[in-house]
């Protein structure tokens, strides 16, 4: 469901496991995400270990953030350049509201 995209979500660097040994979340380049409702089903690494970060839709794309953005900021997008895979990278600064 698209909305379920724009829930906490925590990086890991190393590939979260469940209880039956199957990953958990997603990898997008060399790092592992994993959904705040799925915490939970973890074994390993601990839950500890992630780091929250943030997903902002706007329009038909998202970007995952670093960290949290905050209520009262709103983001700033600068396209960078593509890496090795297409991807876009931007740099995304928070001002106030």
């Given at each position: ?13 190393q ?39 943030q ?17 009262d ?25």
């Open positions: 469901h698209i909305l379920s995209i724009q829930k906490n979500w925590y990086q890991f660097e590939q979260p496991i469940d209880s039956e040994a199957q990953p958990v979340g997603v990898r997008i380049e060399d790092r592992y995400y994993v959904r705040e409702d799925w915490l939970s089903r973890l074994e390993s690494p601990s839950k500890e270990a992630g780091k929250q970060v997903v902002i839709g706007r329009g038909k794309q998202y970007f995952l953030l670093d960290s949290q953005l905050g209520a900021k709103k983001p700033v997008f600068t396209p960078g350049t593509p890496d090795q895979n297409g991807r876009m990278h931007y740099k995304v600064i928070s001002q106030d509201r």
